[in-house]
C-alpha cells in the first residue's frame, strides 16, 4: 500500500511548480495575464507580493488532447478534476485525467479537507484537488474532522494512535459504495484490544476504530 494516512514527500513536484517569472500565457488567447496571492495557507491573506504559478504542458492533456489550465474544477471535463499546487483562487492548475477505476486505492484531498478514495469521485464534480494523497491534520488545509459533520455520502475514517489510547485522527471520507473490489486493508480495534484485520474500506464505512501496522495486515 502505498499511501497510509502520510503527507506526500513530492505529490505534486512532478504536475504543478511555483517558478519567479510574473506572467504565464493564458491559453487559447496568446496574451498574458499576471496572478496576484500568496502561495497556500488555509485562507489567510494574500501576500503583498506577486507570484506566479505555472504548469508543464506536458504534465496533464485534457480529453481533447491538449493542456487545460483551470481555477475552479469547473473548466475540466467529465473524466478529469483540477490539481493545483494550493487552494487560493489566484493559483491555476491543471485539469488531469482522473483513476477510472472506483476500487483503486489512489487517495485525493480536496480544498475542503475531504479525503477521496481516489480520483474517480471527484471527476466531473468541478473539484479541486490540492494533493494527491490522503488529507491529514498538519496540511495547510486541513483534514476535515468527522467532529464538524462529515456531508452527505462521507464517512467517518477513525484512525486510531492505538487501541488502547484515548488519541484518534478521525477525518472525513468518500469511500466506494461496495467494498468488495477493494483490497487495502487495516486493523480494526475491539475496544482497548486489537480486533480483526478488514478492509480499509469495510473500516471506514462502518466507521470503526483501526490502527496502521507494521508489517500490514491481510485479511
Request: glycine share 12%; hydrophobic share 35%.
Amino acid at each position: 500500500m502505498t499511501h497510509r494516512f502520510l503527507p506526500s514527500s513530492a505529490a505534486l513536484l512532478g504536475l504543478l511548480s511555483l517558478v519567479s517569472a510574473a506572467t504565464i500565457a493564458a491559453s487559447g488567447c496568446g496574451e498574458a495575464f499576471t496572478l496576484s496571492g500568496g502561495a497556500g495557507g488555509s485562507g489567510g491573506a494574500a501576500a503583498a507580493t506577486t507570484t506566479t504559478t505555472t504548469v508543464s504542458a506536458s504534465s496533464a492533456s485534457s480529453t481533447s488532447g491538449g493542456t487545460v489550465m483551470c481555477t475552479t474544477g469547473t473548466e475540466c471535463g467529465a473524466k478529469e478534476f483540477c490539481l493545483k499546487d494550493g487552494c487560493l483562487a489566484s493559483i491555476v492548475g491543471i485539469c488531469t485525467a482522473a483513476i477510472t477505476d472506483v476500487n483503486q486505492y489512489s487517495p485525493v484531498c480536496d480544498c475542503g479537507g475531504v479525503t477521496f478514495w481516489n480520483s474517480s469521485f471527484v471527476a466531473g464534480h468541478g473539484k479541486v484537488i490540492h494533493k494527491l494523497d490522503a488529507c491529514v491534520a498538519s496540511d495547510p488545509i486541513h483534514a476535515k474532522p468527522c467532529a464538524a459533520g462529515c456531508g452527505e455520502g462521507q464517512r467517518c475514517a477513525n484512525l486510531k494512535q492505538g487501541c488502547g489510547t484515548p488519541a484518534t485522527f478521525a477525518s472525513c471520507w468518500v469511500v466506494p459504495g461496495d467494498c468488495k473490489g477493494t483490497t487495502v486493508a487495516e486493523r480494526a480495534c475491539e475496544g482497548d484490544q486489537k480486533g480483526n484485520c478488514d478492509k480499509l474500506c469495510n473500516l471506514i464505512t462502518k466507521e470503526t476504530p483501526f490502527i496502521l501496522e507494521t508489517p500490514i495486515c491481510s485479511p
